[in-house]
């Protein structure tokens, strides 16, 4: 049973470029969740996708975008790079047909921002 | 805002030297509370959710417990494979989705 998938595994940008980073989701899960996080500290929340709307947003701003294909994948896009956006972008994803909530991650993108 | 506290920071034992983190959490409505392990430069892997205070739940030399303001993981005769950041999480009840919202994690360090 495949967990979930992300890839790339590293990424180096330059400020001011784009990325676009992908998530496969577990097998039987329909819902994917974004995270961002900052070295030593816990992840932060950015976005839950499911019905391949946005149904939930963190704090983050409208550089932020994301997608959820009919296949449950998903991307995160972040516009005009910032340094301080270089971090361990996590993906999760869940299923919304089981009452439990839990959320499995991916191995995660480390992106740099030079 | 929900919002989730760790502590301690960091923890160096003993193998075999058991002891206690704390997960103090503030959420109005409480849907569920996560704990994951997480290694480094990975991303966290499950280990346990708790719905209700009063609610224990075991894996192998961890034990994870729920109060009304506070999860407790406790780990015995801790192993140096067990070293690792172990992050808490909660989850709110009475919204469509279901963003956890999580701590800064305890980094646990287990010499032999």
């Known amino acids: 049973d495949a967990g979930v998938t992300q890839s790339p595994t590293h990424l180096i940008k330059t400020r001011g470029q784009q990325v676009t980073l992908r998530c496969s989701p577990k097998s039987g899960h329909d819902t994917v969740s974004w995270y961002q996080q900052a070295l030593g500290q816990g992840p932060q929340f950015i976005f839950q996708y499911y019905e391949e709307e946005e149904r939930q947003r963190g704090n983050f701003p409208d550089r932020f975008s994301g997608h959820q294909f009919p296949n449950y994948s998903s991307e995160l896009n972040v516009n005009a790079l910032l340094l301080g956006d270089s971090a361990l972008y996590l993906c999760?994803?869940?299923?919304?047909?089981?009452?439990?909530?839990?959320?499995?991650f991916g191995p995660g993108t480390r992106l740099t921002v030079t | 805002e929900d919002q989730v506290t760790q502590s301690p920071e960091a923890l160096r034992l003993q193998e075999g030297e058991s002891s206690s983190l704390n997960c103090s959490y503030t959420v109005s409505g409480l849907r569920g509370l996560f704990w994951y392990r997480q290694d480094p430069g990975k991303g966290p892997e499950f280990l346990f959710t708790l719905y209700s205070a009063g609610e224990e739940k075991e894996k192998e030399r961890l034990k994870a417990t729920l109060t009304k303001k506070e999860s407790f993981l406790h780990i015995t005769a801790p192993k140096p494979e067990d070293s690792a950041t172990y992050l808490c999480?909660?989850?709110?009840?009475?919204?469509?989705?279901?963003?956890?919202?999580f701590g800064e994690g305890t980094q646990l360090t287990v010499n032999p």
């Open positions: 999760a994803s869940s299923s919304n047909l089981i009452s439990s909530y839990e959320q499995y």
């Open positions: 999480a909660v989850q709110k009840e009475g919204t469509s989705g279901s963003r956890l919202t």
